[in-house]
């Protein structure tokens, strides 16, 4: 039997160490069985509220070798963004820690690129396309099928040693490798997220009613804010962290190591006048590399608007 499978996972976890990723975790590519149903109920009851593109590409969401042609693995990848600050939320509106610098889908997939090139130096050409939270591809689920987590009652995926604030990322590829074996469920009867969300967006275990969560309806929804959500919001202008702070695996955080996600310095300044007053011109200039750029100012100020009513 040959050694190359072990031999060559073993170089791509210890690569993916050096590129600064958290966790590596590998799965053999193929329909996702079990995630099929779980994934179609959800859609049919329209949790994903105005996200139509949840609906598209259901085939290759669960099935990753329609996605990238002869793929037989699924690398999946873990890179912390838990900042060392908390940026204070005294008189100022909150953003997700996720959005505090720069948008971590073009930092990370440059270094998922690199990364591939470094991998195809020492084994040799092989055919991969790298993702983070960039296309059809269920990122947790493979996360958790390659043991990196597992699915907590948030939806998130939360690992022992490190908790949940870590983006997701894949290397779809053609070669044979090792796979790893999924982790254990630890959130036993916990059921802080649970009890914290302000919107009950946590409908049952694992299942989130997208169309009720803050993150929704201050990122992906494009209309007005429903009144349901008067009130409600505790002064999260740009997605919520709330279900991840109470997590008591999250007390296990550790700050990343990436320059480019630290705090830009106007998010750690501004008053909630401030940004009561926020222009166009000054939007573009605060966020012109950031994940919030993508609910545009009309977005960020309807959110604003809303908390300030």
């Known amino acids: 039997m040959s050694t190359l499978p072990q031999k060559y996972s073993a170089l791509i976890k210890a690569k993916a160490k050096k590129f600064g990723f958290q966790n590596c975790g590998i799965s053999k590519a193929g329909f996702l069985e079990e995630d099929a149903r779980p994934f179609e109920n959800w859609l049919q009851n329209n949790y994903h509220g105005q996200m139509q593109y949840m609906e598209n590409y259901f085939d290759k969401r669960l099935d990753p070798t329609l996605l990238v042609e002869g793929s037989k693995t ?69 996360a958790r099928k390659s043991g990196i987590g597992w699915v907590g009652k948030n939806a998130n995926l939360i690992t022992k040693q490190s908790g949940s604030f870590y983006f997701l990322a894949e290397i779809i590829c053609d070669l044979d490798l090792t796979e790893d074996k999924p982790t254990t469920d630890h959130c036993g009867t916990c059921r802080k997220c649970i009890d914290a969300c302000p919107t009950e967006a946590i409908v049952s275990d694992k299942i989130i009613d997208g169309s009720k969560c ?37 007390r296990f955080s550790v700050p990343h190591h990436q320059e480019k996600f630290k705090p830009n310095h106007h998010l750690k300044s501004y008053t909630k006048q401030d940004w009561q007053e926020l222009s166009q011109e000054i939007f573009s200039e605060i966020f012109r590399k950031s994940p919030v750029k993508r609910t545009k100012f009309a977005g960020l100020k309807r959110n604003i608007d809303f908390l300030s009513e």
């Open 214 to 250: 803050i993150s929704y309806a201050t990122i992906e929804l494009k209309n007005e804010i429903p009144e349901s959500f008067k009130n409600k919001m505790e002064d999260w202008m740009f997605g919520c962290d709330i279900c991840q702070d109470v997590c008591p695996w999250n």
């Open 74 to 142: 699924v690398i999946s990848l873990s890179y912390n963004y838990f900042p060392e600050e908390k940026i204070s939320d005294f008189d100022t509106f909150k953003i997700s820690k996720y959005a505090y610098g720069q948008d971590y889908h073009e930092i990370i997939k440059a270094i998922l690129e690199e990364m591939v090139a470094e991998l195809k130096e020492e084994i040799g050409d092989f055919h991969c396309r790298v993702f983070t939270d960039s296309a059809p591809v269920l990122e947790r689920s493979w």
